[in-house]
Structures are given as C-alpha cells and as structure tokens.
C-alpha cells in the first residue's frame, strides 16, 4: 500500500535554532497533515495543506505542499524547548475518497537542548 | 469541552481475555477511528467509520473488532489478545474527510 516516509527519524538541536524536516511518498497526495505528539498525549493537529504548492504559517511553523504532490515540508524557527515531541505526516491515500482511511508517517522525533 | 475520550488509560490482560476499549467523542462527528502506535513505526489505522453502522478495515485490522452503534460511540475489541496486541492506542475522530482526526489521549495496552 502507500506509504509516508519522514525524514530524519530524529533531531537533537540547540535551542534557539531552526527545524527542517520532510515527508515523501511515491504516490500523489491531495492534502497533507502535520501533527505533534507532546510525551504522553495523542497527537494534536498543526497545520494542513489543500494544494500544490500550498505554504501555511502556524505562528512559528510553516509547512509546504510540495509541487509534485508527492511531498511536504515543515519547518519550525527559533526552536523552543516545549517544541519537543513527535512530529507526523499524514494524508488520505490516493483513491480513499470520502472514507476514514488516512495514513501517518513514522515520524520525527524533536529534542530541543536549552 | 470537545474531546474524544477514551477508557481505560492503562490496561494489563493475559493472553486470550476478552478486553474492550472504549471510545466517545462529544463533537457530533461523522467519522471515527482506532489507530495503534508502535516506536519505528508511526501510527497505523486499525479501523475507521464513516457513519452508524458503516466500519471499515484499515491497514491493521487482524485481531480486532470495532462496532458503531451510536454516533458518538466506538469501542475497540480484541476478543483473544495476544502480546503482539502489546502498544498504544488511539481513538480518533473528525467531521469530514478534509480536516484531521482530532485523537484521544491513548491507551497504554499489555498483554502478558
């Protein structure tokens, strides 16, 4: 089946320092989601993404729809120790219409240095 | 408070005791879903329900079972856990297709 590919697996950074992360799939997605799970919680929607080329702000993270339709990006600026966790892509995958399925990444795991 | 709400936290069962999870969301939503997260592996989708009475299988539907009798309502089954059942688990649901699922805080599950 269609699979999400996020990259890197993990993250140490210093705080105060910028965030880069992807996602890629060999299929064509028609909206991409971006979660963060804080430690013991589910995860909790940021941002999401309608269209090819798409860039949305969430105070300091910013994700793109990629224009190939196959990836999408999330950054995060001037890190803060509370941005630590794990951070999912997801979309419905291609032919699931108006059903339930949506798929997730295996995620990025942030850890933020003060 | 708009929540979804799931029972119980934490769970130790031996192998082969029926167990169910239960599962209420308070938004009035259309579809709901069961999700278990494994490290390395992300979260993968167990079932889904579009509506009352309409389930469907995920990627990982083998050893559960889901019913949607009421709208705001979808319990999680394991008629005979096994410890490869061992993980967490979250309850999901959202209004439509287009926004994201809004999840439960999870269930910590062991089977021994």
């Known amino acids: 089946g269609q699979q999400l590919n996020q990259s890197p697996q993990s993250m140490f950074i210093q705080e105060g320092e910028d965030v880069s992360m992807n996602c890629t799939s060999s299929?064509?997605?028609?909206?991409w989601l971006w979660y963060k799970q804080d430690p013991g919680e589910g995860p909790v929607l940021l941002i999401a993404?309608?269209?090819?080329?798409e860039l949305t702000s969430n105070g300091r993270l910013t994700a793109q729809f990629g224009i190939t339709r196959k990836d999408s990006f999330l950054n995060i600026s001037a890190s803060i120790p509370s941005d630590v966790g794990i951070y999912f892509c997801a979309g419905p995958p291609r032919g699931s219409g108006n059903t339930g399925k949506l798929i997730f990444g295996q995620g990025t795991t942030l850890q933020v240095k003060p | 408070e708009a929540q979804v709400t799931q029972n119980p936290r934490y769970l130790i069962t031996v192998t082969g005791k029926k167990l169910t999870v239960t599962c209420s969301q308070n938004?009035?939503?259309?579809?709901m879903s069961w999700y278990r997260q494994d490290p390395g592996l992300g979260l993968r989708q167990i079932y889904y329900s579009m509506n009352v009475e309409v389930t469907d299988k995920g990627d990982v539907p083998e050893g559960y079972k889901v019913s949607r009798k009421e709208k705001r309502n979808f319990p999680l089954i394991l008629e005979s856990p096994s410890p490869n059942q061992t993980s967490l688990y979250f309850c999901?649901?959202?209004?439509?297709?287009?926004?994201?699922?809004?999840f439960g805080s999870g269930t910590r599950l062991t089977v021994v």
């Open positions: 938004m009035n939503h259309e579809y």
């Open positions: 299929s064509i997605f028609n909206t």
């Open positions: 993404l309608y269209k090819a080329g």
């Open positions: 999901a649901s959202r209004r439509d297709p287009l926004y994201g699922y809004t």
